[in-house]
């Protein structure tokens, strides 16, 4: 088959696309044809299977189209959508209802073992940023470049993210002195008696702060949250800057 | 049959990668055309045959992900397609190469366990 009989048959395999497309895809091949002295056959495949790799696309995107644009449809994906955030919800609702599973502000609990075998650790010596987000986590700090943790559910840290997620599960985490952004969205944090300066973002969550006889100075921006119990001391040498929207920020009480 | 069960996963896994392989070839170039991101793609060890890559530009023009031109060389000849990174392209390959990595370390740690 010379070049002219594929380009022939190419373009009778491609009646499935829309002229102007057909064109441009046949312009195409026959330009690049001009730059190789293999022929068509050899470089792109029989007429019928170039065609087919052609139409699998618009094939693709024709079925992906006919679900989004059906009304029926959209209405799946949006309950879908919806169920998947009422079972999140419904966990970390439960999660708090339940009460903590120890004082968390006792730093010498029997839990807080990093040398068991539930715990995780990795090296870590640079700043920190963790979401939490319907879910819950308890936050220690050490002396150590590393972090560990402990989780009922998945967790993984990359250190390639620049946010870590911790999301439908519930975890203890030591972290290490380092600059440490934690945001809270739909879920619980509480923090112990923190040891580096903190950004903290609580979005429709709530974060419990032990202090543990530490001093803080708190700098508070809160939109519709409910801030109590907390005692800022201008003097203190960690600065726990907190933005609160539709939260609560409070002194931790074992519960 | 081994083969085959390995060709027909290899062909899936390369769909997605080649993607990853086209945005980034492009992140780095105002723009390129079939040939030239071929001959790019088989100097990094990937391996494709035009009747595959080519469909591919295609598919990812029509996704937004590329944007393309015609242009024809100043030392004449056939005009020749270009694509560049559409806007759907650009704000896809950061979170694209973000999961390659995430997945990478995946492996490494499932191969530790």
């Known amino acids: ?255 | 049959m081994e083969t085959t069960n390995y060709q027909k996963w290899s062909s899936q896994l390369r769909k997605g990668y080649l993607e990853l392989c086209v945005l980034t070839i492009l992140s780095n170039k105002d723009s390129s055309y079939g040939l030239e991101i071929l001959q790019l793609l088989e100097q990094s060890g990937v391996s494709v045959n035009e009747g595959t890559l080519y469909p591919l530009l295609n598919r990812m023009f029509k996704n937004g992900w590329l944007e393309s031109h015609w242009k024809t060389p100043t030392e004449g000849g056939h005009p020749r397609r270009f694509y560049q990174l559409g806007g759907e392209g650009e704000s896809m390959l950061p979170l694209m190469l973000e999961t390659y990595a995430d997945n990478q370390e995946s492996i490494a740690l499932l191969k530790e366990l």
């Open chain 1, 1 to 255: 088959m010379n070049n002219d009989q594929y380009i022939s048959k190419l373009k009778k395999a491609l009646a499935g696309l829309d002229r102007a497309e057909r064109d441009e895809v046949i312009m195409e091949i026959q330009s690049d044809a001009a730059e190789s002295d293999k022929d068509l056959f050899e470089r792109f495949g029989s007429p019928s299977e170039l065609a087919e790799n052609y139409l699998e696309g618009e094939a693709l995107r024709a079925t992906v189209q006919d679900k989004v644009t059906s009304t029926g449809k959209k209405i799946f994906l949006w309950m879908g959508v919806g169920l998947t955030a009422l079972i999140g919800a419904t966990i970390f609702s439960f999660w708090q209802l339940s009460g903590d599973d120890f004082d968390y502000s006792n730093e010498l609990a029997e839990e807080l073992n990093v040398d068991d075998s539930d715990w995780s650790s990795m090296e870590w010596d640079s700043p920190v940023n963790i979401e939490v987000s319907q879910g819950a986590a308890v936050f220690y700090w050490h002396k150590e470049a590393r972090i560990h943790w402990n989780c009922r559910g998945s967790f993984y840290l990359r250190k390639t993210q620049k946010q870590q997620k911790i999301r439908h599960t519930q975890c203890l985490v030591f972290l290490p002195m380092q600059d440490t952004t934690l945001a809270v969205k739909q879920g619980s944090i509480v923090i112990v008696r923190p040891q580096t300066s903190l950004n903290l973002s609580v979005e429709q969550g709530s974060l419990r702060i032990a202090e543990n006889g530490e001093q803080y100075r708190y700098k508070l921006s809160e939109e519709s949250s409910h801030i109590g119990g907390l005692n800022s001391q201008e003097n203190a040498n960690i600065t726990l800057s907190i933005r609160a929207i539709e939260g609560s920020v409070e002194a931790y009480e074992y519960r």
